[in-house]
């Protein structure tokens, strides 16, 4: 039973890029959040999706948007790179909006 | 809003000792979940023990309890006979279970470091 997966490992991207985080999650879960977690900090709350829509959203600008597909995967989209985007961002998946969340490996975004 | 603190920034201690993580929030809710996550340096955030607050009864798993105390806001976790592999940052979460608004609010972490 996969848990959940999320691709790239890393990525590095320059000022102004736009860039595309993919997440798979859980057998059996069809809610996934997103979180942004800065070096040496805690995880953010970005968005949450649920039913292909965005249920949930933290404070993040209109650069950050997502998606999730009828198969339940998600994808994070971040317009306009920043070098404050620098950070590893994590998908969590669960059964319903309020149900456990499990946590992918996370990808590394680096902005130069 | 609601808000989650923990003040130890690290801690060390020796293999097979205990120790014990504090974590404090703030909210204006009753009905609400509390979580301590684990993420060794390999990043993956792992789910160590959650409590309802509804529940009075302090949560167990294994070597993991928490002492919860709901009127002060403490949600402090405790790990005895401390393994080398407990070497982790620890994450305390706080959700709300209500009106539908289910995401995650997190503290900065404590590092924890087992020495052998």
């Known amino acids: 039973d996969a848990g959940v997966t999320q691709s790239p490992t890393h990525l590095i991207k320059t000022r102004g890029q736009q860039v595309t985080l993919r997440c798979s999650p859980k057998s059996g879960h069809d809610t996934v959040s997103w979180y942004q977690q800065a070096l040496g900090q805690g995880p953010q709350f970005i968005f949450q999706y649920y039913e292909e829509e965005e249920r949930q959203r933290g404070n993040f600008p209109d650069r950050f948007s997502g998606h999730q597909f009828p198969n339940y995967s998600s994808e994070l989209n971040v317009n306009a790179l920043l070098l404050g985007d620098s950070a590893l961002y994590l998908c969590a998946s669960s059964l319903g909006l309020g149900g456990e969340q499990y946590f992918g490996p996370g990808t590394r975004l680096t902005v130069t | 809003a609601q808000t989650v603190t923990q003040s130890q920034p690290e801690m060390s201690v020796q293999e097979a000792e205990t120790v014990t993580l504090s974590c404090t929030y703030d909210?204006?809710?009753?009905?609400?979940?509390l979580f301590w996550y684990k993420q060794p340096p390999s990043r993956q955030m792992i789910l160590v023990i959650r409590?309802?607050?509804?529940k009075q009864q302090n949560a167990t798993e294994n070597r993991f309890s928490v002492n919860f105390q709901k009127a002060a806001k403490s949600f402090s976790l405790k790990i005895s006979d401390s393994q080398l592999g407990d070497t982790a940052m620890y994450f305390c979460a706080f959700m709300k279970h209500e009106n539908s608004n289910y995401q995650l609010i997190w503290g900065a972490g404590t590092k924890l470091i087992i020495k052998p």
């Open positions: 909210t204006s809710e009753n009905n609400y979940y």
């Open positions: 409590q309802e607050a509804y």
